[in-house]
C-alpha cells in the first residue's frame, strides 16, 4: 500500500508558510503537509491531543520546524521529541531565521536531523524548501515508512509536555 508520507511544518509566519506550501506543490507534495502555527500544537500533533486527537496515528515522514514560535519554542519541541522513545526516530529538520550560533549548537545537542537557515532570497528559499521536501520524503528511507510508532491510544495532557510524573 502506497501512501502519502505527511510533512509536519511548523511555523507561524504566513508568508513563510505560503512560500514553502508553493515550493512543495512543484513536486506535487503539498497534498501530504499538515501546518501549525506554534510549539503547543506541534506537540499536541505529535501526541494525538485535543484537536489532533482524532488524526491518522503514523508519524509523518519529517517535521520542519521554526525555532522561534509562540506558546512553545521549537527547541523546546524539539527536545519533547527526541527524548520520548516513540518520537525521537522521526526526522526534524531546523528551518529557521537564526543565525545564533547556539540555536545551530542547542539543536543539534538536541538531536536535530538538518538545521537550514532561511534564505532571504525568494528563488534560494523555493529551492532550499524543495530540496528538503524531495530528500526527506521521496528519497530518505526510514523506519517510519514501514508502520506506525505511536501507540493508537492518545496520549494524556501531562505525557510529552515536559510534565514530570
Known amino acids: ?13 504566513p508568508q513563510d508558510v505560503e512560500l514553502t506550501l508553493t515550493a512543495l506543490d512543484e513536486y506535487r507534495l503539498t497534498n501530504g503537509v499538515d501546518v501549525v502555527r506554534d510549539g503547543a ?13 482524532t488524526r491518522d496515528g503514523r508519524n509523518p515522514a519529517v517535521v520542519i520546524l521554526d525555532l522561534k514560535l509562540p506558546k512553545v519554542s521549537g527547541l523546546e519541541v524539539l527536545r519533547q521529541v527526541k527524548a520520548d ?3 525521537r526516530l522521526v526526522p526534524i529538520v531546523v528551518l529557521t531565521s537564526s543565525r545564533e550560533e ?15 537557515v532561511k534564505p532571504v532570497d525568494f528563488h534560494k528559499f523555493v529551492e532550499a524548501i524543495k530540496t528538503l521536501g524531495v530528500f526527506w520524503v521521496v528519497l ?24 514530570s510524573a
Open 41 to 53: 500544537d506541534a506537540l499536541d500533533y505529535l501526541y494525538r491531543r485535543g484537536k489532533f486527537l
Open 140 to 163: 530518505n528511507e526510514s523506519p517510519l515508512n514501514e508502520a506506525p510508532l505511536v501507540d493508537p491510544q492518545p496520549r494524556p495532557e501531562g505525557r510529552g509536555t515536559g510534565a
Open 102 to 116: 547556539q540555536d545551530l549548537i542547542a539543536s543539534y545537542q538536541l538531536g536535530v536531523n538538518a538545521y537550514v
Open 1 to 13: 500500500m502506497n501512501q502519502i508520507k505527511r510533512i509536519l511544518l511548523v511555523e507561524d509566519d
Open 85 to 87: 522513545e516513540e518520537l
